[in-house]
């Protein structure tokens, strides 16, 4: 969640509630994210200095932007084919799904190098033979879901590249929403003079 976050905010200064509307639409509903936690890793991003406050909103909502470091972590993540074993499946399609929704102009991000990146790393998957012995049924049933992955993934790739090239203009890309929440963290009340 946290590279995520910083990945929509590549778009612009954005508010927790407003960050987690935007991470739920654009993985598609694949994420369910308590709003708790949206606000708290918000916190720790503004501790590790990869965000920073961006004033607040007319009606008080704390706003939030990239620094150059936070910045530079979302590009890095974004191309990144990298993931932890048994996240390279949730990894790609999250940093697609993400990368194709931001508009290229304000974010930096080419949604088609993603794409192409993450074809290489897994066609070179694909196509690797097995580390150590594949001696027994449960090695070979493990080579067989390894191969199986990476082809779904291949085929899934060249459906989002046509999506892609085939969407209406506007369709796929946005910035950010600006239909307000019905709630969010609302800053203490400020006693007037």
Same mark, same amino acid.
């Given at each position: ?36 936690? #949206? ?6 991003? #503004? ?54 929704? @931001? ?10 190098? #993603? ?7 897994? #066609? ?5 033979? $097995?580390?150590? $012995? ?19 993934? @291949? ?13 209406? $203009? ?5 910035? @950010? ?17």
């Amino acid at each position: 969640m946290r590279t995520s976050l910083l990945a929509v905010l590549t778009i612009g200064p954005a508010y927790g509630f407003q960050l987690h509307g935007e991470l739920a639409a654009r993985t598609a509903g694949r994420r369910r994210v308590n709003v708790g936690q #949206i606000y708290g890793t918000l916190e720790r991003l #503004i501790m590790q200095a990869a965000i920073e406050s961006a004033g607040t909103t007319d009606d008080g909502l704390p706003l939030y932007r990239l620094t150059p470091a936070g910045h530079a972590e979302a590009l890095e993540w974004l191309h990144d084919t990298d993931s932890a074993v048994g996240d390279e499946w949730d990894d790609l399609v999250d940093r697609v799904l993400i990368a194709s929704s @931001l508009p290229r102009t304000e974010s930096d991000v080419d949604a088609q190098a #993603i794409i192409a990146g993450n074809r290489a790393w897994w #066609i070179t998957r694909r196509d690797a033979a $097995p580390r150590g $012995p594949v001696d027994t049924a449960q090695d070979r049933l493990a080579v067989a879901a390894a191969s199986a992955l990476a082809e779904a993934a @291949l085929r899934w790739l060249d459906e989002a590249e046509l999506q892609l090239l085939t969407a209406e $203009p506007g369709s796929i890309e946005r910035g @950010l929403s600006e239909e307000r929440p019905r709630r969010g963290r609302r800053p203490a009340a400020v006693l007037e003079p």
